[in-house]
């Protein structure tokens, strides 16, 4: 008899572009007809991933994500300030994990951080046979709420503050958002599948989902002084967190061409579908969610490979 496959999911970093994502695991889910936990034994998330990915391996649907990102969403991305964008993370954070831990995952998880300091990946992981080493002193979540790992995920500094966290040690450390070490955190989940978890690479099925590209809204649809001043920032941001995530694809393509991997992010051209990742606009936050779901229509045949 075959080995099971052993399937990943891995979601990438993005802000509001988020709800393309969610637009496509909306597609998933009714393929599958299950909760997205009981199908895939991996589930790695970076920033606005980090959100989905730890949500849904707690056992959340699809459609629980997407209300979460329609309430919370457009408040947090429409606040000015770094700490105001901080605080409406962290109320979101909290109102949506209240005080859930890495051992309340019903999947393996990984949710991509970077140290400020060290200036190095931290991923919070929720099982022991994820660890690389150090098994000795691992502790699920390094013993981190959730709340604070996946509010640490979403910390784009300078746009956040950055997210400080004890681990269960007493350490302080200090993190901002994933997106600067991986925005497409595949790569990460394919070498924690076939190292410390052993995973034969013929056995894995690998699903990495996006979350578009898309032309740089205009100066003039922005209108707080505060944002105007920031302007070549964000750019600059999204700039960087896009080549990050073209450049670790390829890299993954290189290495790992030989593991099923179904890839899922389609640049936009058209000047209607302007945005970034501070997008607030429910209307074309929705379009962005249509996008994806066709977008899955273009890779159902091999998604059912995979899955089914």
């Known amino acids: 008899m075959a080995e099971k496959p052993?399937?990943?999911?891995?979601?990438?970093?993005?802000?509001?572009?988020?709800?393309?994502?969610?637009?496509?695991?909306?597609?998933?889910?009714?393929?599958?007809?299950?909760?997205?936990?009981?199908?895939?034994?991996?589930?790695?998330?970076?920033?606005?991933?980090?959100?989905?990915a730890s949500m849904l391996a707690l056992?959340?649907?699809?459609?629980?994500?997407?209300?979460?990102?329609?309430?919370h969403v457009p408040t947090v991305m429409r606040k000015s300030t770094p700490g105001e964008k901080s605080k409406a993370l962290a109320e979101l954070a909290d109102e949506v994990y209240e005080d859930a831990a890495f051992t309340d995952m019903k999947t393996k998880v990984g949710i991509v951080t970077t140290r400020w300091v060290e200036e190095r990946p931290m991923i919070?992981?929720?099982?022991i046979a994820q660890a690389h080493g150090r098994h000795g002193t691992f502790v699920p979540g390094f013993g981190v709420k959730v709340s604070d790992a996946v509010q640490a995920s979403c910390s784009a500094y300078p746009f956040f503050n950055r997210?400080?966290?004890?681990?269960?040690?007493?350490d302080?450390?200090?993190l901002i958002d994933g997106g600067f070490c991986a925005n497409?955190?595949?790569?990460?989940?394919?070498?924690?599948?076939?190292?410390?978890?052993?995973?034969?690479?013929?056995?894995?099925?690998?699903?990495?989902l996006g979350v578009g590209s898309y032309p740089a809204p205009k100066m003039n649809v922005i209108s707080k002084s505060y944002w105007i001043n920031l302007i070549p920032s964000v750019k600059l941001a999204q700039k960087m967190f896009e080549i990050n995530t073209q450049s670790l694809d390829q890299l993954r393509g290189i290495l790992y061409k030989h593991i099923p991997t179904v890839r899922i992010n389609r640049a936009y051209?058209?000047?209607t579908m302007a945005a970034d990742m501070f997008e607030h606009d429910l209307a074309?936050?929705?379009?962005?969610?249509?996008?994806?779901?066709q977008c899955y229509a273009e890779h159902e045949g091999k998604l059912k490979e995979f899955l089914t």
């Open 6 to 52: 052993f399937r990943v999911l891995s979601l990438d970093g993005g802000g509001a572009k988020g709800f393309y994502t969610l637009g496509i695991l909306r597609e998933i889910e009714g393929l599958i007809g299950c909760p997205i936990h009981e199908r895939f034994d991996l589930i790695f998330g970076t920033s606005t991933g980090a959100i989905i």
């Open 59 to 71: 056992g959340k649907s699809v459609e629980e994500v997407h209300e979460t990102y329609t309430k």
């Open 124 to 127: 919070f992981k929720g099982d």
């Open 163 to 170: 997210k400080t966290v004890t681990t269960a040690q007493g």
């Open 172 to 174: 302080h450390v200090e």
């Open 184 to 208: 497409n955190p595949a790569l990460y989940a394919i070498a924690e599948a076939t190292q410390p978890l052993n995973v034969a690479p013929e056995n894995l099925r690998v699903v990495s």
């Open 269 to 271: 051209t058209e000047p």
């Open 284 to 293: 074309k936050l929705n379009v962005l969610r249509q996008r994806g779901a």
